[in-house]
């Protein structure tokens, strides 16, 4: 079973930071190219970033270049996104998964990350 466990979101102020965490199982993590994900209300589901198996590329959506970075710990399955100097737009439900197109079925729960003053 592919299993994605995203933690770390929350409630915090425009300017702040937060550090998303995603744990996976049932997927050959090392040989995967992994991105994150967010949905808004109202919005479709749209990439944020993504990186390749062994970490030296990476690919960030334009309104998040230079505040946010993907990283991966190969060794525990585990991929991470920093944000830093959150706005209000970045407001949405966080996701990990395979970059590409994933299965509806393979979706996580997600994160909520909030940003509001």
């Known amino acids: 079973q592919v299993q994605l466990e995203e933690s770390g979101g929350g409630l915090v102020q425009p300017g702040g930071s937060l550090r998303l965490s995603c744990v996976t199982s049932?997927?050959?993590?090392?040989?995967?190219?992994m991105a994150w994900y967010r949905q808004a209300p109202g919005k479709q589901r749209e990439l944020v970033a993504a990186?390749?198996?062994?970490?030296?590329?990476?690919n960030y959506a334009d309104s998040v270049k230079g505040r946010f970075t993907i990283s991966r710990d190969n060794a525990k399955n585990t991929m991470y996104l920093q944000m830093n100097s959150l706005k209000a737009e970045d407001t949405a439900v966080y996701h990990c998964?395979?970059?590409?197109?994933?299965?509806?079925?393979?979706w996580g729960q997600g994160t909520q990350v909030t940003v509001s003053a």
């Open positions: 998964n395979l970059q590409g197109a994933p299965p509806d079925g393979s």
């Open positions: 049932g997927i050959s993590f090392r040989l995967a190219a």
């Open positions: 990186m390749s198996p062994g970490g030296s590329r990476t």
